[in-house]
């Protein structure tokens, strides 16, 4: 089976959670003898890019041809705050750079070109900024259209609202598709609910996590530490750590909170922990790379991850790798996956703090925690997502 | 002549509210009324009263015989949200066919942590139910079943003639339940031991479709019971089978009903425990190691198997001595009702991860839950402990202490 798919990123070239998706699920095709042709946009000329990219081929052999398309693309979401700019009124733009909607057609167009000149059984494309390709290329193909959606509009806008042209090609891609692939039951239920998409055509396809062992020095501070790792954007509910901060540290002063990746709401953040008086306390690091978000993990003695909307969340997944119990959102589809989790409502800062203080407190708590986190762990993979990918193609190509 | 003994535990823990680290220090109340009092007149309704005036229909119409434990926080709840109920216990016990056996008073694990704590929730259990059914309870029967050597022993230094436990085959090894046995390094008590297969078939198989038995009628299982070899039968099961665990449209209440007629068909009767213990032993049986009536295994890891529950049941006993010094009564109240066995199961992990959820009930959903609430409330009480004012006999101890 031949499969021509469409993503916009491709590690080591990424910014958030779709590039290693991308990878991990492929990795997991390619095993299963699928042939993988992966097209990408073309990265920025000021990373070395080439390199990095031939070094992925040879990770999966000749069975995953990586393609580039060129594109003046900057990462996938840089922003204003988004609140900000409903306020102001504003359009897309501030959210996703001006060039980006020329950037979707143009990707769509050079997508109908390679699927003239390519042989292939189906078509997948991830996200929205490649559904337009997807679209494009079933239409020069005739082939049958996968569309995965890693997530939608109203999860990077928090469900505060949503740019209608990016919900329109949303809609229009999933509509157009033979199967719709969430990556959980929470994404197949906001799809139905607010793209109208029919429920037997959406099959989940659970993300997993690479097993690689991190190999850095542990780093413990002398306090207790409590983690959040991810874009501060009002998507990952930045704001309720800090609220939760505050509330523990009313019940145990000497707690530090390390705030890890950047976003356009980290000023924000910074002022709402100074304002708090807690300022001492939250540390900011500022976005990391590599090996240091492995260290960051290690360094606390628990992650929170409390998303307002989101689609899986593999920040979870990396942190119970790294040996650190963790708190999630119950707005997340990680959440399905994780039965053995603290989970609490994104909104609910009491509850959020009355859990981080338990695990800070009771050490049989956390290790009971982790430990059956790990076995957790151990038993998602991307070979099984890959396996749940695998029928939904041969589904749609009635085999 | 065999003779069958029935015995129903009844039991009710006093659920705990959702309790912050923010409430530590600030609210003193435990317990989850609301959801308590929903719980008791849901099965009061569904179970405790139809249930027993079904018996006491058998009782007096086919002369069927029964006992019971009621649990110390189960007659709490009785009292407090259903007075119905515990009155139809009391109808029962006029009748002179049912007996009330005790237990400890807060369904406590206490016999694994505190020899003292369990001695004195057994007196407590003891003068209760004498107080509320006017019979001085003769058998011992332990939470859970949780049974070995040195509670038996303990049992009859406290004047009991008899003690449950399971009838698990790895200490019978090929003997049968079905007989009265004597406690190893026992004197005179009498050991009477669940027929766990027989027992089963009504409390958990009863309406199982998938169970080549099914559907199981009177006649069938009169016909079983008949074919038993030894003295006694004992049926021991959960009381809440009854229309609670199964259902009234399985068709439990019926087959209770038409039970007591089919036995007539053979040369069957119904004894109490303490008619049951009047028969002779057969033989000695030893149980060194702690089993329970609980899980495949038998054994007490479903409250204390893994590492959040030893440390909520360690921390738990550690304030034993200074709480009881305090003297007060609220204090000592609230401590000996975390005690109950329910709080460490909800901790279990092992159903939890199974995913077992026909086995695994929590009312707190998971059993990380489970010990936050119950951990935060050891908290609160640790720090009542601090700001109480020493009793009377405690401040003489200190000042005893001074002049030494």
Redesign the interface.
């Given at each position: 089976m031949k499969v021509l798919m469409f993503g916009w990123e491709f590690p080591p070239f990424y910014s958030g959670g779709l590039g290693p998706a991308c990878a991990g699920l492929t990795k997991g095709l390619v095993k299963k003898g699928v042939e993988v042709t992966f097209v990408i946009p073309r990265k920025p000329s000021d990373i070395k890019t080439h390199v990095n990219l031939v070094s992925a081929e040879e990770v999966f052999g000749e069975k995953l041809i990586i393609k580039e398309i060129p594109s003046l693309l900057t990462p996938y979401i840089n922003s204003e705050s988004y609140k900000d700019m409903l306020k102001k009124g504003g359009g897309g733009s501030e959210l996703y750079g001006a060039n980006l909607f020329e950037e979707v057609k143009r990707y769509a167009l050079a997508a109908r070109k390679i699927a003239e000149q390519e042989s292939f059984d189906i078509i997948h494309a991830h996200d929205w900024l490649t559904f337009l390709a997807g679209i494009e290329a079933k239409k020069v193909s005739k082939k049958p259209l996968v569309t995965h959606v890693h997530a939608t509009e109203f999860d990077r806008t928090g469900r505060q609202g949503v740019n209608q042209h990016v919900y329109d090609i949303e809609k229009q891609g999933m509509e157009a598709a033979d199967a719709v692939t969430p990556v959980s039951h929470f994404t197949k239920e906001l799809i139905v609910q607010h793209y109208g998409i029919n429920p037997d055509k959406i099959h989940v396809v659970h993300n997993a996590v690479e097993f690689e062992k991190a190999d850095v020095e542990p780093h413990k501070l002398p306090q207790k530490t409590v983690l959040f790792l991810g874009r501060v954007t009002i998507q990952k509910g930045p704001d309720y750590f800090i609220d939760a901060a505050k509330?523990v540290i009313e019940?145990y002063p000497d707690v530090r909170f390390v705030v890890a990746g950047s976003g356009d709401m980290t000023g924000k953040m910074i002022e709402r922990a100074s304002h708090y008086g807690i300022g001492d306390k939250v540390l900011f690091t500022g976005f990391l790379r590599g090996p240091d978000i492995d260290r960051a993990y290690r360094m606390a003695d628990v992650y929170v991850m409390p998303s307002v909307s989101e689609p899986f969340g593999l920040t979870p997944l990396e942190a119970i790798k790294n040996g650190t119990p963790v708190i999630i959102s119950k707005q997340s589809g990680v959440s399905e996956v994780l039965?053995?989790a603290?989970?609490v409502d994104f909104w609910d800062v009491?509850?959020l703090?009355?859990?981080i203080?338990?695990v800070l407190?009771?050490?049989?708590?956390k290790?009971?925690?982790l430990s059956?986190e790990q076995?957790e762990l151990g038993s998602i993979s991307w070979d099984k997502s890959a396996d749940t990918c695998y029928d939904v193609y041969r589904k749609v190509l009635g085999r | 002549m065999t003779s069958i003994c029935f015995y129903f535990q009844v039991h009710q823990p006093s659920r705990l509210r959702h309790y912050?680290?923010?409430d530590?220090g600030k609210n003193h109340y435990y317990f989850d009324d609301k959801k308590n009092k929903e719980v008791i007149e849901k099965v009061a309704g569904k179970c405790y009263l139809p249930t027993n005036a079904l018996i006491l229909d058998l009782i007096k119409n086919k002369n069927v015989k029964a006992s019971y434990s009621i649990s110390g926080t189960a007659l709490d709840q009785f009292e407090r949200f259903a007075p119905d109920v515990l009155e139809s216990f009391q109808r029962l016990a006029d009748t002179g066919n049912v007996e009330f056996l005790t237990e400890t008073e807060h369904h406590a694990l206490a016999s694994l942590y505190s020899k003292k704590e369990f001695v004195e929730q057994i007196n407590l259990h003891t003068k209760r139910i004498k107080n509320l059914f006017g019979q001085k309870p003769k058998i011992f029967r332990n939470t859970e079943l949780i049974y070995n050597n040195e509670i038996a022993k303990l049992a009859e230094s406290m004047g009991f003639k008899g003690i449950l436990a399971e009838g698990w085959d790895p200490i019978l090894e090929w003997r049968s339940p079905n007989f009265v046995y004597r406690p190893a390094g026992t004197k005179k008590i009498k050991l009477l031991l669940k027929n766990y297969k027989l027992s089963d078939d009504v409390a958990f198989r009863f309406s199982n479709k998938g169970w080549t038995e099914w559907p199981l009628t009177a006649p069938k299982y009169a016909a079983w019971l008949n074919s038993v070899q030894g003295q006694v039968i004992n049926l021991f099961m959960d009381y809440e089978t009854f229309g609670e665990h199964q259902w009234e449209d399985t068709g439990i209440f019926n087959f209770m009903r038409q039970l007591p007629h089919e036995v007539g068909n053979y040369n069957i009767d119904f004894k109490t425990p303490s008619e049951a213990i009047k028969m002779d032993s057969v033989a000695e049986l030893s149980v060194p190691n702690t089993i329970s009536w609980a899980d495949l295994e038998r054994d007490t890891s479903a409250w204390t198997g893994?590492?959040?529950q030893?440390?909520a049941l360690t921390e738990l006993y550690k304030l034993e001595n200074e709480i009881k010094a305090t003297g007060d009564k609220e204090l000592i109240s609230d401590w000996r009702n975390l005690q109950t066995s329910d709080h460490f199961y909800y901790m279990c992990?092992k159903y939890?991860?199974d995913?077992d959820v026909h086995k695994y009930f929590n009312p707190y959903n998971?059993?990380?839950?489970a010990?936050?609430i119950f951990?935060?409330i050891i908290n609160d009480i640790s720090q009542r402990l601090k700001n109480s004012k020493p009793s009377a006999y405690a401040r003489f101890l200190n000042l005893m202490r001074k002049i030494k």
């Open positions: 509330k019940v039965k053995n603290l989970k009491n509850e703090a009355n859990k203080c338990a407190r009771h050490q049989p708590l290790d009971e925690l059956q076995r | 912050s680290v923010f530590i893994n590492r959040m030893q440390s992990i939890f991860s995913g998971t059993p990380y839950d010990y936050i951990m935060n």
